[in-house]
């Protein structure tokens, strides 16, 4: 039997969605710690409020809000990438929390992308 490998849904939409509902998953497994709480709210925070500003960007009333919700996603995909690394280097290091941090890193890239067609458009 092969084991299929479940690969990022293309649309962002989608994948900032799935993405936020997994560093939700992660921060519920991290310990009841004054450092895990913390850590914790901070992914929620971050890691949902990249959708979140994507969702917002699709109903941009300008060229230039579109671009700016966007740059707030990639602001808020790049914190969340910091704390994800404080997690793995201090809390928790697991084959789910690596896979969430280089989830991050292409949203990062692919928001960049996104941006940089936008300002050429």
């Known amino acids: 039997m ?4 479940q690969r990022p849904p293309f649309d962002i939409k989608e994948r900032t969605f799935a993405f936020g509902v997994r560093a ?17 709210r901070q992914i929620i925070r971050s890691g949902t ?7 917002e960007a699709d109903g ?3 060229k230039k ?7 707030i996603a990639r602001k808020e995909a790049r914190e969340t990438r910091y704390w994800l690394r404080i ?3 201090t809390l928790m290091n697991d084959q789910e929390l690596e896979s969430l941090t280089s989830e991050c890193d ?3 890239k692919i928001l960049s992308k996104i941006i940089q067609t936008a300002r050429a458009r």
């Open 87 to 89: 997690i793995g280097s």
């Open 65 to 71: 809000d579109f671009i700016y919700r966007m740059g």
């Open 24 to 40: 939700v998953k992660v921060a519920q497994r991290l310990p009841k710690t004054i450092a895990g709480r913390e850590l914790g």
């Open 106 to 108: 292409e949203l990062v």
């Open 49 to 55: 409020s990249i959708g979140a500003n994507v969702e």
């Open 2 to 5: 092969t084991k299929t490998v």
């Open 60 to 62: 941009a009333t300008s």
